[in-house]
């Protein structure tokens, strides 16, 4: 090779070069997640989360670094966790449910929050508008909490002569307040006795079970947290055993022999919220980003488990399930 053409060649491939080593060198914004189920339960909605990362141009391992911290259901881990994350400089934080939501928020004011909660973020404290967050948080809530009371008008449009029903609830929760007031209310509308029963860990559930039945519950409300969406298989297979005809929010309820479900769609907030997080990374304020509602519920009915229990399921019913197990 002539000597011009050596020194052409090595020319271009330093001008080549040198953008690619500045880009191998650019920093990886880490984003660090704070859930407050279990990493195997909340599993299918880290994916959609990671799908709305996905849609704005981030994918993990790649140009984007997640830490997770997963408090299995024991709330009071929570603030250790969330001090944890702060410590290492991230960009964002992604705040599963509402109490890991106020963890964080109760942590930092610097580092941006996104969170995803089933209740009303200005009753629970988490920003003064939903148009206008405000601070550093934002997120996404879905249709769970306020529509607990159509769960109980199903139940009692499923077993028109049942006066007696249980609800179920974790006394832990940020929102079982607001739940139990709403819930006694429509309890009161619709002429029913409700029996509140509590179970902050998976070790209660037999004694939820055993006491519904003592009380002669004609049907189960399952109220809104965390520690039920990771258990609802358990539970649907629970209130099968026991022959009890129980209602949940949503996720594998139905499909795993519960009766009904009817909720939110859990999939999608989580989607919306990994679009805002990217959003975040790219630079856009919390503050103007109003908080999202994920305004669409579903009703899922299994039709195999009434005729297990010799429930007879109105067409009415039938005809207004968005999915229908048979």
Known sequence: MKRREFMLTAGAAAFWSGPVRAQKAAPVPVLGVLGSGSSEGWAPLTAAFRRGLGEVGYVEGQNLAIEYRWAEGQYDRLPAMAADLVQRQLSAIAAFTTPAALAAKRTTTAIPIVFTTIGNPVQIGLVPSLSRPAGNVTGVTSLNVEVGPKRLELMHELLPAVKDFALLVNPNSPTTENQLKEMQAAAHALGLQLHVLHASTEADFDGVFTRAGQLRSGGLVIGGDILFTGSSDKLAMMAL??????????????????????????????????????????????????????????????????????????????????????
Do not use: C, W
């Open 241 to 326: 055993r026991h022959a009890l005809p129980a209602i949940f929010q949503g996720g594998t309820f139905a499909a795993a022999g519960g009766m009904m479900d009817y909720g939110g769609d859990f999939a999608e907030a989580n989607r919306l919220a990994g679009i805002y997080a990217g959003r975040i990374l790219k630079g856009e304020k919390p503050a103007e980003l109003p908080v999202q509602q994920a305004t669409k519920v579903q009703l899922v009915v299994n039709l195999k488990t009434a005729k297990a229990l010799g429930i007879t399921v109105s067409p009415s019913l039938l005809g207004r399930a968005d999915e229908v197990i048979e």
